[in-house]
């Protein structure tokens, strides 16, 4: 495969990944805490700390489609954003070792943050080093 063709290929796999925080930030932003079932606005506390996280999945979102568009000028910028998400990730797997494990749509977010994300950034260092 030659370089260009890999580096279209990581662009399109990355886009495509970064539609997931894109609809799941936006999901939160108009529905709240009842995007996860069951839960209503109990409060305006609860929904204000859920929309605001939800407005930073859905900025992550946007920012991995903004860095990838230029994955060799962007590197430290696309960096930053995988270790924010797998962190992310690791603070999920520590909630789950209090009340154990959430149902399938956040264990759909583990293999996101602390699979595919991790799989992503070792790409693009493999795409960035084939550039140089």
Do not use: K
């Amino acid at each position: 495969m030659s370089r260009q063709t890999e580096l279209r290929l990581f662009q399109l796999v990355v886009i495509l990944a970064a539609a997931v925080p894109i609809a799941a930030g936006a999901a939160g932003i108009l529905h709240g805490p009842a995007m996860i079932g069951g839960f209503a606005s109990a409060n305006a506390d609860l929904d204000s700390h859920f929309s605001y996280l939800s407005g930073l999945l859905l900025g992550i979102g946007m920012a991995f489609v903004f860095c990838v568009m230029q994955a060799r000028e962007r590197t430290l910028s696309f960096r930053i954003l995988g270790v924010i998400v797998i962190t992310g990730g690791l603070a999920r797997l520590f909630a789950a070792s209090r009340l154990g494990l959430p149902g399938p749509a956040h264990q759909f977010a583990y293999v996101m943050e602390l699979i595919v994300v991790p799989c992503l950034l070792l790409w693009h260092h493999r795409v960035v080093a084939g550039a140089r």
